[in-house]
């Protein structure tokens, strides 16, 4: 929270709380419940778009909805501390097949070190920096999740 507040303290555009239940995603219009996995997008006028998986906003950067030119930051929230918005720029991800996200991409945030390699250890998958997330092929960062269980971790 800290971190957060330094943030906005600067004048800079930054991140905000979600309204989980309540707001929707910028991507895929769908209401934003696990905090987990959320992301948003800040512009240089300080717009703030919210999204409920980080393959949305993956998926949004890439298909310039809004020029590179206008945005000014993009934030993940940590998987295991997801009061804490990481920038994304610097966060690592883990994908894995285990991990299942509202939007299918199976990509969570963590800050770098001991953290996500616990977690990888655990559930399997692939450590990414942001330029290898941007890279994934579309279907791996925009698809759908199956069936109407919760997100989560798959057994």
Not at 29 to 41: E, N, S, V
Not at 61 to 75: D, F, G, K, M
Request: charged fraction near 25%; aromatic fraction near 8%; glycine fraction near 8%.
């Amino acid at each position: 929270m800290a971190f957060f507040v330094a943030v906005m303290a600067c004048g800079q555009p930054g991140p905000r709380p979600i309204r989980y239940g309540e707001e929707l995603c910028e991507y895929c219009r769908m209401t934003i419940t696990d905090p987990r996995f959320a992301a948003q997008l800040v512009t240089r006028k300080g717009r703030i778009l919210t999204f409920d998986d980080i393959g949305g906003l993956v998926a949004f950067v890439n298909e310039e909805r809004i020029p590179p030119a206008e945005v000014h930051s993009l934030w993940v929230n940590s998987f295991t501390q997801p009061e804490i918005q990481l920038d994304a720029t610097t966060a690592h991800f883990l994908q894995s097949d285990r991990l299942r996200t509202p939007m299918g991409s199976q990509l969570a945030a963590f800050l770098p070190g001991r953290e996500i390699e616990r977690h990888k250890s655990e559930l399997g998958g692939e450590v990414l920096r942001w330029g290898e997330v941007l890279a994934l092929p579309a279907h791996s960062v925009d698809d759908e999740s199956p069936g109407d269980e919760d997100p989560g971790l798959r057994p």
